[in-house]
C-alpha cells in the first residue's frame, strides 16, 4: 500500500483513500503505520470508510492518528462506530466526518456530537446523488441550528481548505439536539418507509404492503401538515410504479428503475424525518 501511495502522490494525488471492508484489511493492520506517516509528512487527508460491514474502528484509528496526525476525513459519518468516534475525535483539529449516509438521523447524531466545522458534504455517488444527498444535508443541519456561516463551511469551504493545506477553522461546540419531536403522521410514515427501503433495495416486491401503508398516512385529512404530505405523497405514486413494473421491464432498465424508484423513497423519508426543517 505504501508504494502505491507515494506513486499516486508523486502524480498529483491530493489524497489517500482507504476501505478497510472492500481492502479486505483491520485498523490494527501494521501496514497502515507508514501510510499515516506519509499523509502526515506530505500534507495529504486520509479519507477512510467508516460506514457498514466494519467492526469497531474507533480505538485503532485514534492510535494511528496519536502517532502521525494527518488529517483525516471519516466517512459516512462514522456510523460503523460513531460514539466511540466522537468521543476519540469531537473537537480535534484536522478531523472531520463527512455527510454520505442514508438516514437524516444519523447526521442529527453527528451533528450532536462533533463541531459543525468538522463536517463535510459528500454524496457518496452513485449511492447518493443529487437532490436527497443535498437536501438531507441542508434539512439535518438547520435542524440542528447550524448557522449560515457553518453550512457554507459544510458545504464547500471546510474542504476547499483540506484540498489547499490551509489550516482548519476553529471549532464551535456541537450543535445537533439531544432529542426530535416529530408529529405522529411523520413517524408512521417513516416506519413504512424504512420497511420498505429493503425490499425495494434488494428489488423485492412489497408484498407485505409497506408503501401503501405509508401512502395511508399521508392521507389523513387531519394531520394538520397537508402540504408536506402531499409532497411525500407524490414521490410515492411514482416510486410504487416504477416498483410495480420492475418484474416486467427489460433487463436492461430494471437497474435503472430500481434505482429511480428507491431515490424517490429515500427522498420522501428524508422529508418525513425532517418534517420541522
Known amino acids: 500500500p505504501l508504494e502505491e501511495a507515494v506513486r499516486c502522490i508523486d502524480l498529483g494525488a491530493r489524497g489517500i483513500k482507504l476501505h478497510p471492508r472492500a481492502q479486505k484489511f483491520l485498523l490494527d493492520d501494521d501496514r497502515l503505520a507508514p501510510v499515516f506517516e506519509l499523509a502526515a509528512a506530505r500534507r495529504v487527508p486520509i479519507l477512510i470508510h467508516g460506514g457498514r460491514g466494519l467492526p469497531p474502528i474507533a480505538d485503532a484509528l485514534a492510535r494511528l492518528m496519536d502517532a502521525y496526525e494527518p488529517q483525516l476525513i471519516v466517512a459516512h459519518a462514522g456510523i460503523a462506530d460513531l460514539a466511540a468516534l466522537a468521543r476519540h475525535f469531537s473537537g480535534r483539529p484536522g478531523v472531520f466526518f463527512d455527510t454520505s449516509v442514508w438516514s437524516a438521523l444519523d447526521l442529527l447524531d453527528l451533528y450532536r456530537l462533533v463541531a459543525p466545522e468538522q463536517v463535510l458534504y459528500a454524496s457518496d455517488y452513485p449511492y447518493g446523488q443529487q437532490p436527497a444527498s443535498l437536501l438531507m444535508a441542508l434539512r439535518t443541519a ?136
Do not use: K
Open 142 to 277: 438547520r435542524m440542528a441550528g447550524l448557522d449560515d456561516w457553518q453550512l457554507r463551511a459544510m458545504l464547500g469551504g471546510s474542504a476547499t481548505r483540506i484540498a489547499n493545506a490551509e489550516e482548519a477553522l476553529p471549532h464551535s461546540a456541537p450543535r445537533g439536539p439531544t432529542e426530535i419531536s416529530t408529529p405522529i403522521t411523520f413517524a408512521r410514515i417513516h416506519q413504512y418507509l424504512s420497511m420498505a427501503t429493503p425490499l425495494l433495495w434488494t428489488r423485492q416486491a412489497d408484498t407485505i404492503g409497506v408503501l401503501g401503508l405509508a401512502l395511508n398516512a399521508c392521507d389523513e385529512r387531519s394531520n394538520g401538515h397537508r402540504e408536506a404530505t402531499d409532497r411525500i405523497r407524490e414521490l410515492l405514486l411514482v416510486a410504487r410504479d416504477l416498483w410495480r413494473v420492475l418484474p416486467e421491464a427489460e433487463e436492461a432498465d430494471v437497474a435503472r428503475t430500481a434505482r429511480t424508484a428507491f431515490r424517490l423513497l429515500h427522498l420522501a423519508n428524508v422529508l418525513s424525518v425532517t418534517s420541522t426543517a
